[in-house]
Structure formats: C-alpha cells, structure tokens
C-alpha cells in the first residue's frame, strides 16, 4: 500500500463518452502529479499539481482536464478521446520544498482504453 | 533537449549480479531515482544520489558520475522476484522528474 489510490483500475470507453479518473494521496503531501505511459516509452508528465495550483501543463491536449480540488484529491477529466490516448495513467504525490529526498509515490494506475 | 538512455532489457540469472546503466543530459540536476516498477503494477521508490558516489540499501546499490551524466543500479544475489522494469529519473532545474523508458530485467533459474 503506498498510501496513493486511483479508481477506476480498468477502464474502457468509446470516442464520444466523457469519464473521469480520480486519484486521492493519505500521505499528506503538497504535490500531485498526472503521468501517462505507454508501453517502451518514458513517463510522461502531464499535470503538476503544487499547493493546489496547477504549475505544469505539458502540451497536453484540451480534451484532457485536471482539477485539484484539494491537496488530497485529483481528477482527470476525460472527453472526445483518441484511441492513441490508451494507456496507463498514474498519479503520484510527493513532498516539495521540505529539503529531503523529495520522492514521489504512485498510485496503482488506471488502465484506459480509448475503442 | 533533455534525455535519458537506459537499455531496453537485460537478462541475468538467478543468484548473480547486475548492473543496469543509465546515462542523462538534463537542464540542471537536483537528483536521480531509481524506481522498479513490477508488470501491472506502481512504480516503486528504490534510491536516491544527488552527490558521487556508492549508496548501498540491502541487496541493491546505485551509484552516481554528474561530472559524466551515469549512474548504475547494481542488483546483488538475484531473486526471481527481482523481474521487473527499472526505472531511471532525474530531477531537472524546475524539479521535475525527466524519467528514462525503463530497463526490463528478466531473471532466469
């Protein structure tokens, strides 16, 4: 248990639906993360979450939508997807600014994949 | 541009050693992780190293070169259930992660 969980774990959705993927850290941390990987690439960033505002937003494409309601809490919104959008997608959450390590703790990740 | 090489997949037998490379170039450096991520499942924090040197944690030891952009993860006395994925980050001038596409390690008996 790394004290980060994402629900749902699996899931499965036509072009034209709109779900949401939410993840929730019980390790009171300041950071929240969004990653997608796919398979035999890198991790990608997406979303950076610090204190609540949103402090990263790499090139995603608008039918992505984070929101942060909390420090504890995080959602990814999800509309008109394109079936290379099929991926796992992590959370992480991580300490910043506390001077230690500073490493980030993942969720189990949400398969998606986009039919 | 940044970047991080490490080799798609290695192959090592059970009770042995192995050494898994990871070269960066990054815009600044705050850091590199080490994390191993099992088939299916999260990534998983292994080590940390922000100066040169050895940093040893039980069967597993990473080392880290900045002035030559390396480090190694070393895997002592393998055990089957050392198969995963080993994933390679640094932290960059802004400390984000910039993560490497993983090395899978297949141990055989």
């Known amino acids: 248990e790394t004290g980060v969980t994402q629900t749902p774990r699996h899931l499965v959705m036509g072009m034209t639906n709109k779900k949401s993927l939410k993840c929730e850290q019980h390790?009171?941390?300041?950071?929240m993360y969004w990653y997608k990987q796919s398979a035999k690439k890198p991790l990608e960033l997406m979303f950076v979450?610090?204190?609540?505002?949103?402090?990263e937003n790499n090139s995603v494409p608008s039918r992505f939508s984070p929101e942060c309601p909390n420090s504890s809490h995080l959602f990814l919104h999800l509309h008109t997807l394109q079936p290379e959008d099929s991926a796992l997608y992590l959370c992480?959450?991580?300490?910043?600014?506390?001077?230690?390590?500073?490493?980030?703790?993942f969720g189990p990740g949400t398969r998606l994949t986009v039919l | 541009g940044q970047n991080i090489d490490q080799p798609t997949e290695m192959t090592a037998t059970e009770g042995a050693i192995v050494q898994i490379n990871c070269t960066y170039q990054t815009s600044g450096f705050n850091g590199l992780f080490w994390y191993q991520q099992h088939a299916g499942e999260a990534p998983t924090f292994l080590s940390y190293?922000?100066l040169d040197g050895l940093e040893e944690k039980g069967r597993f030891s990473s080392f880290l070169s900045r002035s030559k952009g390396y480090s190694y993860l070393l895997l002592k006395e393998l055990q089957m259930k050392d198969s995963a994925s080993y994933l390679c980050a640094v932290m960059d001038s802004n400390y984000q992660l910039i993560w490497g596409a993983g090395t899978k390690l297949i141990i055989k008996p």
């Open positions: 979450y610090n204190f609540k505002e949103q402090t």
């Open positions: 390790l009171g941390h300041n950071a």
């Open positions: 992480a959450s991580s300490q910043v600014g506390s001077g230690d390590v500073n490493e980030q703790f």
């Open positions: 190293n922000v």
